[in-house]
């Protein structure tokens, strides 16, 4: 057997300590059961199998690791960061755009009217507990000003952090709530009316598209009502529930 030279080695190291960044570790693990399959020196695709106490772990790695962020000037503005909340070991992660004023006052995402419309499609619509069975986060941490769109470079210096969350967390199910998601997620412009209910892939997860519940209540039509409920119980399939 061809024992690999010295640069291969360092080459195979320098990829998993990136594949651990990306995955979250701000330092390197050396609990025994921390991965289930081991990573040889010829495999740069190690692969990764976590216990239910490690994802919870990892996710509130990257909430330190984001520290009280400065990275971009929504902080200037901000109360507080809107990281996310629910169980981090949920199948079912929602994403949304960014925090609006409620959210900023309570660092918690979804509470204002949008997000006891969230619950209510959540709880009452798919029957499930949102906090026990999901997992609820926006793609900037801050609130834009005027509850604006995210600007490109703000987008940027949050992306990677909600990178880390999905992989910490590893839900089965991604649903992205509204167009500046949609768009945010799959890097190009979205017609959420048009491209609801479709599914897609973002980082390796299933991603589904959907309305925004502050649309829904802009909108409370008998049709956009309807068309959410048909999204969630595409989602609810895709969880076997």
């Given at each position: 057997m061809q024992i690999p030279d010295r640069n291969s080695l360092l080459r195979e190291l320098k990829n998993h300590l990136f594949f651990l960044k990306d995955a979250g570790y701000s330092e390197i693990p050396c609990e025994s059961d921390l991965f289930t399959e081991s990573v040889s020196p010829?495999?740069?695709?190690?692969?990764?199998?976590?216990?239910?106490?490690?994802?919870?772990?990892?996710?509130?790695?990257?909430?330190?690791?984001?520290?009280?962020?400065?990275?971009?000037?929504?902080?200037?503005g901000?109360?507080?960061?809107v990281f996310?909340?629910?169980?981090?070991?949920?199948?079912?992660?929602?994403?949304?755009?960014?925090?609006?004023?409620?959210?900023?006052?309570?660092?918690?995402?979804?509470?204002?009217?949008?997000?006891?419309?969230?619950t209510e499609i959540i709880e009452k619509g798919m029957l499930l507990?949102?906090?026990?069975?999901?997992?609820?986060?926006n793609i900037v941490k801050c609130r834009p000003p005027g509850n604006r769109d995210p600007e490109k470079e703000e987008i940027a210096a949050c992306n990677p952090f909600l990178i880390q969350q999905l992989k910490a967390?590893?839900?089965?199910?991604?649903?992205?709530?509204?167009?500046?998601?949609?768009?945010?997620?799959l890097?190009?412009?979205?017609?959420?009316?048009?491209?609801?209910?479709t599914w897609?892939?973002?980082?390796?997860?299933?991603?589904?598209?959907?309305?925004?519940p502050a649309y829904l209540l802009r909108?409370?039509?008998?049709?956009?009502r309807k068309a959410v409920q048909s999204d969630m119980k595409k989602v609810l399939k895709e969880l076997g529930r």
């Open positions: 010829l495999n740069s695709s190690p692969v990764k199998s976590m216990t239910d106490n490690k994802k919870a772990n990892s996710l509130i790695e990257v909430r330190e690791e984001l520290g009280d962020c400065t990275r971009c000037k929504l902080s200037q901000r109360k507080n960061i996310g909340s629910g169980n981090p070991k949920a199948d079912l992660v929602f994403v949304g755009e960014g925090p609006g004023a409620d959210e900023d006052e309570q660092g918690l995402p979804f509470v204002g009217r949008a997000g006891k419309k969230l507990d949102r906090e026990k069975d999901t997992y609820i986060c967390i590893q839900p089965r199910v991604v649903v992205a709530l509204g167009k500046p998601a949609a768009s945010t997620l890097g190009r412009n979205v017609p959420i009316t048009k491209e609801r209910g897609h892939d973002y980082e390796g997860f299933k991603l589904m598209l959907t309305l925004h909108a409370y039509t008998i049709e956009n």
